[in-house]
Each structure stands twice: as C-alpha cells, then as structure tokens.
C-alpha cells in the first residue's frame, strides 16, 4: 500500500512510518520541516493549512494516516490550534477525495471527550464506566473541541464522497524506545505512590483529600493554567494529571499499529475508536480507583476485572482488529 503520512517527523509520526516501512508498505512522509530523513521513505516538505500543497503530496496514494497537528491547548493561541487541527484535517481530506484515496486514519485524542483540558464540569459529565464512544462530549477547550471538530469532518466526507476514515482517541502516548523507560517510569511511579497514599488514608480523611485534589484540579482548570502548559510543581500534580487522564496510556508502537490497522481494516464510514493500553498504568484494581477518585460515577455499562481501563477499546477491538501489543503499567 502507497500511504502518505502527514506530521511524519513527529513523535508518533516517524515511529508509524518507520513501522510502515518495516511492513513492506511504500510511505511519503509529509512535515513543515525534514531535519532527519527517514530511511526508505519518500520524504516531502508541506503544511496541511496550505491546500494547494496538498494535491501532489496525494499522488499515487492508497491511504492517509494524518498526524499533523497542534497537540497541546498550550502550544498555540485558540485560533492557530483550531485552523491547524481543523481547517487542516478539512484539507487532508479534500485533497484526498480530489486524488481518488478513500481511507484516511486520522489522530484524535481521548480529549475529545472534554474532559482532562476542559475548564468546565458540568454536574453529572461523567456518566458511566468505562468510557466508550457513545459517552457524550462536552468540550470546553479549544484543543478537545478541535478533536471533535475533526471527527465531524470525517463524517462529512463519508456523506459527501464515500471516504472510510478513523480517528483514533488516542491517550498520552510514549515512546519508551527513543526515551528510554526512565522518564516514563519515574511518570508511573510516582502517580502510584501519590495514588496509593491516598488511597491507604482512613475515611473520611481519604474522602476529604479526594475532594481537595478535585476540587484544586477544577480550580486551576477554570483558570486555564493548562492553556499555558503543565506546572508538575505542586502537591499531587501527578495523581491529579493521573486521574484526569484516567490513568490511561500507550506505546507509540500500538499507535503505529493501530493507525496501519485503521487503513487496512475493512470497514465503511467514519468512526471515532478509543486507543489505549487494556489496564490501568498504576496497577491499582480499577473499580477501587473509580470508587475512590470518581465516587459520583456510580452507573457501570459492563464489569471490568482487575486492573481493566475506566476506558473501553472494545469498539477499536471489533472494528480494526486493535489489540494492545506493548503494555506498559506500574507491576507491583
């Protein structure tokens, strides 16, 4: 299969490239900038907001899986994030229907479902677990909003000219690889010792600390310190950012495989698919975290066993075929 990949210099792009390559597919890789070419590929300067340079980019190709994005609210002001998220997605889609390609796996995030950068919370957003993709959403940043925004513009074009596409909502993705576990597992450890501490408190002491961590999570949310970056400087930042998150994670090497299965898998129309790890990454039973930390989410569409995520990837499962390849979650 001849597949472009926009955002290919990136984290999860050059990884997904390198993949693809590895699986004997021919890859064009698109960036704003091509500082260290990957060996192998057809590698190409271009920017998705600039539609005229999208047409030749799309010659020749089966399928795109389309990366290019702004991936923080704090990255850029609302406008840049949502013409690059947006306005972009629209073009790789247009200049994809123009060239005759019918398959396009798009990057989302499980921030679609607005909950970790949102800045409001409303009573009663979180209404089950785990979270599937009938859930509803409430966006109430920029960023989110975009990941929705972009999954529409996959419905339409599904309408308009017939084009199967994935989002894929992805969660925080880690390259354990380039990084080494190091970093990551300094990440893990410590939101399972700031988890676990909680935890182990006595009631109502541990219900008491519970509401505080939410309640300055609200706070500092409602004042959008998330839309000027991460601050891991105060006290249960990474418990906060744990939960939040809903202590999901993934391989960059499952979001390769994912987004491969998005493009080879058969299916018809547009659909948004949870991509995360299977478990939990602190290792903690998963109905005790969701009774502690979320005790307002009282409705369970299914059972989960062990230490199974608050966040469901059967629909990924049953569609692509996606089944988490490299786990990585704190082991006791």
């Given at each position: ?20 390559l ?6 064009r890789?698109?960036?704003?900038a091509?500082?260290k ?24 190709i089966?399928?795109?899986?389309h990366l ?14 949502f013409h ?9 889609f247009?200049?994809a229907?123009?060239a ?15 909950y ?9 957003q ?26 529409e ?7 308009r000219e017939?084009?199967?596409?994935a ?7 880690y390259d ?5 576990p ?6 893990v ?9 909680v935890?182990?408190l006595p ?20 004042a959008r ?8 400087s105060?006290?249960d930042?990474?418990?906060?950012f ?19 299965k998005?493009?080879l898998?058969d299916?018809?129309g ?8 299977s478990?939990?990454f ?7 975290l ?19 995520s608050?966040?469901?990837?059967e ?12 786990p990585?979650r704190?082991?006791?």
């Amino acid at each position: 299969m001849h597949i472009l990949v926009t955002g290919g210099m990136g984290e999860i792009g050059r990884p997904t490239a390198k993949t693809l390559l590895e699986h004997g597919h021919q890859v064009r890789v698109l960036d704003l900038a091509i500082k260290k070419p990957i060996e192998g590929a057809e590698c190409v300067e271009g920017d998705v907001t600039d539609f005229a340079s999208l047409a030749p980019a799309m010659e020749g190709i089966d399928g795109v899986i389309h990366l290019a994005a702004v991936r923080h609210p704090g990255l850029a002001p609302e406008h840049t994030i949502f013409h690059i998220n947006v306005a972009g997605t629209f073009n790789v889609f247009r200049a994809a229907a123009d060239a005759g390609v019918r398959r396009v796996v798009c990057a989302s995030s499980i921030n679609a479902l607005g909950y970790n950068f949102g800045i409001k919370f409303p009573e009663g957003q979180l209404r089950y677990f785990p979270i599937d993709e009938a859930h509803p959403t409430y966006t109430t940043d920029v960023y989110s909003f975009s990941k929705g925004m972009i999954e529409e513009v996959g419905a339409y074009f599904w309408r308009r000219e017939g084009i199967s596409s994935a989002f894929l909502r992805f969660p925080a993705v880690y390259d354990t690889q380039a990084e080494g576990p190091t970093i990551l597992m300094a990440f893990v450890s410590e939101c399972y010792r700031q988890t676990a501490e909680v935890m182990a408190l006595p009631e109502p002491e541990r219900s008491r600390r519970v509401a505080s961590i939410v309640a300055d999570f609200k706070r500092r949310a409602a004042a959008r310190e998330w839309e000027e970056g991460f601050n891991w400087s105060f006290p249960d930042a990474v418990a906060m950012f744990g939960r939040s998150n809903f202590w999901t994670s993934l391989d960059v090497r499952d979001a390769a495989q994912a987004a491969e299965k998005g493009l080879l898998a058969d299916f018809e129309g547009s659909h948004a698919l949870y991509i995360s790890d299977s478990h939990n990454f602190v290792g903690i039973p998963t109905r005790e975290l969701a009774e502690v930390w979320f005790p307002d989410v009282t409705e369970w569409k299914r059972s989960v066993e062990g230490t199974e995520s608050l966040v469901s990837i059967e629909a990924a499962r049953s569609l692509i075929g996606f089944e988490p390849a490299f786990p990585f979650r704190k082991v006791a």
